[in-house]
Protein backbone atom coordinates (compact mmCIF):
# COMPACT_ATOMS: atom_id res chain seq x y z
CA UNK A 1 0.00 0.00 0.00
CA UNK A 2 1.48 3.91 -1.07
CA UNK A 3 1.64 6.25 2.36
CA UNK A 4 2.43 9.68 2.41
CA UNK A 5 3.76 11.29 5.78
CA UNK A 6 3.61 14.32 6.90
CA UNK A 7 5.58 14.70 10.16
CA UNK A 8 4.09 18.20 10.92
CA UNK A 9 0.90 19.66 11.43
CA UNK A 10 2.40 23.54 11.44
CA UNK A 11 5.34 24.67 11.00
CA UNK A 12 5.54 28.52 11.95
CA UNK A 13 8.68 30.37 10.66
CA UNK A 14 9.90 33.87 10.25
CA UNK A 15 9.93 36.41 7.45
CA UNK A 16 13.15 35.43 5.33
CA UNK A 17 13.99 32.47 7.55
CA UNK A 18 14.56 29.27 5.62
CA UNK A 19 11.86 27.01 4.77
CA UNK A 20 11.40 23.19 5.03
CA UNK A 21 8.43 20.81 4.41
CA UNK A 22 9.49 17.59 4.82
CA UNK A 23 7.37 14.27 3.31
CA UNK A 24 8.16 10.80 3.71
CA UNK A 25 6.58 8.02 1.77
CA UNK A 26 6.54 4.41 0.89
CA UNK A 27 5.95 2.83 -2.29
CA UNK A 28 7.51 -0.37 -3.76
CA UNK A 29 7.26 1.11 -7.33
CA UNK A 30 8.52 4.61 -9.16
CA UNK A 31 6.22 7.07 -7.56
CA UNK A 32 5.60 10.47 -9.03
CA UNK A 33 5.76 13.21 -6.51
CA UNK A 34 3.71 16.41 -6.44
CA UNK A 35 3.50 19.06 -3.92
CA UNK A 36 -0.29 20.85 -4.08
CA UNK A 37 -1.12 24.00 -1.90
CA UNK A 38 -3.88 25.97 -0.86
CA UNK A 39 -3.72 29.60 0.60
CA UNK A 40 -7.03 31.04 2.36
CA UNK A 41 -10.40 30.44 0.84
CA UNK A 42 -8.29 28.56 -2.45
CA UNK A 43 -9.20 25.75 -3.89
CA UNK A 44 -6.19 23.20 -3.55
CA UNK A 45 -3.39 23.33 -6.97
CA UNK A 46 -0.26 22.20 -7.90
CA UNK A 47 3.07 24.28 -6.95
CA UNK A 48 5.25 21.84 -8.23
CA UNK A 49 6.15 18.17 -9.27
CA UNK A 50 9.39 16.10 -9.23
CA UNK A 51 9.37 15.14 -12.77
CA UNK A 52 9.76 18.72 -13.61
CA UNK A 53 12.74 19.30 -11.68
CA UNK A 54 11.60 23.06 -11.33
CA UNK A 55 11.41 26.10 -8.97
CA UNK A 56 8.45 27.55 -8.51
CA UNK A 57 7.99 30.83 -6.35
CA UNK A 58 11.40 29.88 -5.20
CA UNK A 59 10.07 26.65 -3.91
CA UNK A 60 11.88 23.11 -4.27
CA UNK A 61 11.70 19.23 -3.87
CA UNK A 62 14.21 16.97 -4.62
CA UNK A 63 13.10 13.20 -4.61
CA UNK A 64 15.66 11.06 -2.88
CA UNK A 65 14.84 7.58 -3.33
CA UNK A 66 17.11 6.43 -0.61
CA UNK A 67 15.50 7.97 1.99
CA UNK A 68 12.22 7.65 -0.05
CA UNK A 69 11.55 11.69 0.82
CA UNK A 70 10.04 14.52 -1.23
CA UNK A 71 10.80 17.23 1.14
CA UNK A 72 9.75 20.78 -0.12
CA UNK A 73 12.25 23.57 0.50
CA UNK A 74 12.41 27.59 0.30
CA UNK A 75 15.40 29.61 1.69
CA UNK A 76 13.73 33.09 2.55
CA UNK A 77 10.32 32.53 3.69
CA UNK A 78 7.72 35.18 2.21
CA UNK A 79 4.38 36.04 4.26
CA UNK A 80 2.37 35.19 1.40
CA UNK A 81 3.85 31.65 1.45
CA UNK A 82 1.22 31.44 4.63
CA UNK A 83 -1.24 27.91 3.55
CA UNK A 84 -1.80 24.20 3.87
CA UNK A 85 1.12 22.29 1.74
CA UNK A 86 0.07 18.80 0.89
CA UNK A 87 2.46 16.01 -0.04
CA UNK A 88 1.03 13.92 -2.84
CA UNK A 89 1.88 10.39 -4.08
CA UNK A 90 0.79 9.12 -7.73
CA UNK A 91 1.21 5.15 -8.74
CA UNK A 92 1.14 5.52 -12.29
CA UNK A 93 3.58 8.13 -15.22
CA UNK A 94 -0.04 9.05 -16.08
CA UNK A 95 -2.74 11.45 -14.43
CA UNK A 96 -4.28 9.04 -11.79
CA UNK A 97 -5.48 8.76 -8.36
CA UNK A 98 -3.22 10.50 -5.67
CA UNK A 99 -2.57 9.93 -2.20
CA UNK A 100 -2.16 12.94 0.19
CA UNK A 101 -0.50 13.12 3.09
CA UNK A 102 -2.31 15.15 5.80
CA UNK A 103 -0.75 18.52 5.30
CA UNK A 104 1.34 21.06 6.88
CA UNK A 105 0.09 24.31 8.02
CA UNK A 106 3.01 26.88 6.93
CA UNK A 107 2.42 30.19 8.65
CA UNK A 108 5.41 32.69 7.70
CA UNK A 109 5.57 35.86 10.86
CA UNK A 110 7.12 38.89 10.64
CA UNK B 1 -13.88 31.27 -14.22
CA UNK B 2 -12.92 28.03 -16.47
CA UNK B 3 -11.99 26.13 -13.90
CA UNK B 4 -13.50 22.65 -12.15
CA UNK B 5 -16.75 23.91 -11.06
CA UNK B 6 -18.93 22.31 -8.19
CA UNK B 7 -22.43 22.56 -6.97
CA UNK B 8 -23.74 23.34 -4.68
CA UNK B 9 -20.53 24.78 -1.98
CA UNK B 10 -22.56 23.77 1.37
CA UNK B 11 -24.96 21.51 1.42
CA UNK B 12 -26.60 20.63 5.25
CA UNK B 13 -28.55 17.82 5.51
CA UNK B 14 -30.03 15.77 8.22
CA UNK B 15 -29.21 12.31 8.60
CA UNK B 16 -30.82 9.72 6.74
CA UNK B 17 -31.44 11.55 3.59
CA UNK B 18 -30.07 11.98 -0.04
CA UNK B 19 -27.57 14.50 -1.36
CA UNK B 20 -26.16 14.37 -5.26
CA UNK B 21 -23.48 17.11 -6.04
CA UNK B 22 -22.18 17.50 -9.20
CA UNK B 23 -18.97 18.36 -10.64
CA UNK B 24 -18.27 20.41 -14.31
CA UNK B 25 -14.57 19.25 -15.09
CA UNK B 26 -12.12 21.44 -17.21
CA UNK B 27 -13.92 21.24 -20.88
CA UNK B 28 -10.82 19.16 -22.60
CA UNK B 29 -10.10 16.85 -19.51
CA UNK B 30 -11.36 13.84 -20.17
CA UNK B 31 -10.28 12.07 -16.51
CA UNK B 32 -12.63 13.60 -13.54
CA UNK B 33 -11.76 12.29 -10.27
CA UNK B 34 -13.50 12.65 -6.63
CA UNK B 35 -12.10 13.09 -3.13
CA UNK B 36 -13.29 13.45 0.48
CA UNK B 37 -11.46 15.27 3.25
CA UNK B 38 -12.37 15.52 6.90
CA UNK B 39 -10.91 17.57 9.27
CA UNK B 40 -7.11 17.53 9.68
CA UNK B 41 -6.57 15.35 6.65
CA UNK B 42 -5.80 14.84 3.18
CA UNK B 43 -7.75 14.37 0.62
CA UNK B 44 -8.65 10.51 0.26
CA UNK B 45 -9.51 9.18 -3.25
CA UNK B 46 -13.12 7.98 -3.44
CA UNK B 47 -13.28 7.22 -7.42
CA UNK B 48 -12.42 8.16 -11.11
CA UNK B 49 -13.51 7.91 -14.40
CA UNK B 50 -11.87 8.28 -18.05
CA UNK B 51 -14.75 9.76 -20.21
CA UNK B 52 -17.78 7.79 -18.94
CA UNK B 53 -16.36 4.97 -17.50
CA UNK B 54 -15.79 4.83 -14.13
CA UNK B 55 -12.54 2.98 -14.07
CA UNK B 56 -11.85 2.91 -10.27
CA UNK B 57 -13.86 2.51 -6.89
CA UNK B 58 -11.83 3.24 -3.06
CA UNK B 59 -13.04 1.01 -0.93
CA UNK B 60 -13.86 3.96 1.11
CA UNK B 61 -17.06 4.13 -1.99
CA UNK B 62 -19.90 2.35 0.18
CA UNK B 63 -22.86 0.95 -1.62
CA UNK B 64 -24.84 4.04 -0.57
CA UNK B 65 -22.46 6.02 -2.45
CA UNK B 66 -22.99 6.41 -6.46
CA UNK B 67 -21.13 8.21 -9.15
CA UNK B 68 -21.96 8.84 -12.95
CA UNK B 69 -20.51 10.55 -15.63
CA UNK B 70 -23.17 9.76 -17.84
CA UNK B 71 -21.89 11.88 -21.19
CA UNK B 72 -18.05 11.94 -20.30
CA UNK B 73 -18.52 15.49 -19.40
CA UNK B 74 -20.28 16.62 -15.93
CA UNK B 75 -20.33 13.85 -12.90
CA UNK B 76 -22.60 13.29 -10.04
CA UNK B 77 -22.12 11.55 -6.43
CA UNK B 78 -25.05 10.84 -4.93
CA UNK B 79 -25.06 9.37 -1.14
CA UNK B 80 -28.02 7.78 0.25
CA UNK B 81 -29.31 7.34 3.29
CA UNK B 82 -26.56 10.09 4.91
CA UNK B 83 -24.80 9.51 8.16
CA UNK B 84 -23.03 12.01 10.34
CA UNK B 85 -20.01 10.15 9.25
CA UNK B 86 -20.33 11.25 5.93
CA UNK B 87 -19.81 15.11 6.76
CA UNK B 88 -16.62 16.44 4.86
CA UNK B 89 -15.71 18.28 1.91
CA UNK B 90 -16.31 16.62 -1.62
CA UNK B 91 -13.54 17.63 -4.01
CA UNK B 92 -13.49 16.99 -7.53
CA UNK B 93 -10.48 17.24 -10.13
CA UNK B 94 -9.99 16.95 -13.89
CA UNK B 95 -6.92 16.07 -15.65
CA UNK B 96 -6.07 15.65 -19.64
CA UNK B 97 -5.58 11.95 -20.21
CA UNK B 98 -2.63 11.84 -22.45
CA UNK B 99 -0.04 15.28 -23.55
CA UNK B 100 2.11 14.00 -20.66
CA UNK B 101 0.52 15.95 -18.36
CA UNK B 102 0.02 15.30 -14.69
CA UNK B 103 -1.55 17.58 -12.95
CA UNK B 104 -5.28 17.45 -11.44
CA UNK B 105 -7.36 20.71 -11.62
CA UNK B 106 -9.37 20.92 -8.39
CA UNK B 107 -12.57 22.17 -7.84
CA UNK B 108 -13.30 23.85 -4.09
CA UNK B 109 -15.72 21.45 -3.27
CA UNK B 110 -19.06 20.84 -1.73
CA UNK B 111 -19.07 21.01 2.05
CA UNK B 112 -21.61 18.78 2.96
CA UNK B 113 -22.56 18.76 6.76
CA UNK B 114 -24.75 15.98 8.02
CA UNK B 115 -27.10 16.93 11.06
Known amino acids: AQRVTQPEKLLSVFKGAPVELKCNYS??????LFWYVQYSRQRLQLLLRHISRESIKGFTADLNKGETSFHLKKPFAQEEDSAMYYCALSSTGTASKLTFGTGTRLQVTL | DTGVSQNPRHKITKRGQNVTFRCDPI?????LYWYRQTLGQGPEFLTYFQNEAQLEKSRLLSDRFSAERPKGSFSTLEIQRTEQGDSAMYLC?????????????FGQGTRLTVV
Open chain 1, 27 to 32: YSGSPE
Open chain 2, 93 to 105: ASSPATGGKTEAF
Open chain 2, 27 to 31: SEHNR
